[in-house]
């Protein structure tokens, strides 16, 4: 069974992958959601940890939860849900007292269980804060850029419906709120790459078109790579 606790490293690799997916906040829902399970999972480890040392004979005796014979008495859940809660209250150092150590394995685990959970609070501050502070080039690019525009129809007194088409129009042009410097990563590939590169961008539109699903695939290219987007929003007529 200890196997199966590598499918945790596949979760992390994945955790990351919807971190680098998503941005804005749906990257923070994602990263609240990772610190909330790996805050479980170390809760988790400790109680069973805590009910290891304290069964038959340490603080389960005190809180009523074997009988005479050392069998446990109730359900298997009432025993987790009881270590769980020592363990939770004991990380986040609140510890009520109503569950405590008595003997010298328990009180062992109980400093254990009040350093790691300094540890993790401290390192859960930390990716918060970090969340919070950074983004991406792309994301702060693009708030740079409507920051500016916004400052532009102040100081210059654009109408309110003239504001909202320029609004709308940078939400059309940049759906994802990130910005790419495009041209210098163009120019920075060969003439070949960037064909091809152009031809995966705008297969959707040579789908659509019968003339172009006609001819050959360096054909498509050639088409792709004279190609020029673009954007405009509704009720501007194209010229």
Known sequence: ?????LR????????????????????ILVISIKLLVILFMSA?????LWF??????????MQDMVDSNGRLQGSMYFAWITSFYWSITTMTTIGYGDISAGTSRERTVAVFAMCAGCGLFAWTTGQITHT???????????????LELEEFIECRGISQELRDQMLAYYELKFP?????????????????LRRKLM?????????????C?????????EICYRLRSCNTTQGVQIT
């Not at 069974?1 to 606790?5: F, N, P, Q, V, Y």
């Not at 699903?213 to 290219?221: E, F, G, I, L, P």
């Open 44 to 48: 988790h480890w400790i109680c069973c």
């Open 1 to 5: 069974r200890l196997i199966k606790l």
């Open 8 to 27: 945790l490293h596949r979760l992390n690799r994945r955790i990351k992958q919807l971190e680098a997916l998503h941005g804005g906040m749906s990257r």
């Open 52 to 61: 290891w040392v304290g069964f038959p004979d340490g603080w389960v005796v």
């Open 213 to 221: 699903t006609a001819c050959d695939v360096d054909t498509q290219r």
């Open 176 to 192: 994802s709120q990130r910005i790419f410097d495009e041209p210098a990563i163009m120019s920075a590939l060969p003439r070949e």
């Open 132 to 146: 919070l502070t950074s983004s991406s080039q792309c994301s702060t690019r693009f708030r740079e850029a409507v």
């Open 199 to 211: 031809l995966e961008l705008f297969d959707d539109m040579m789908q659509l078109a019968p003339i």
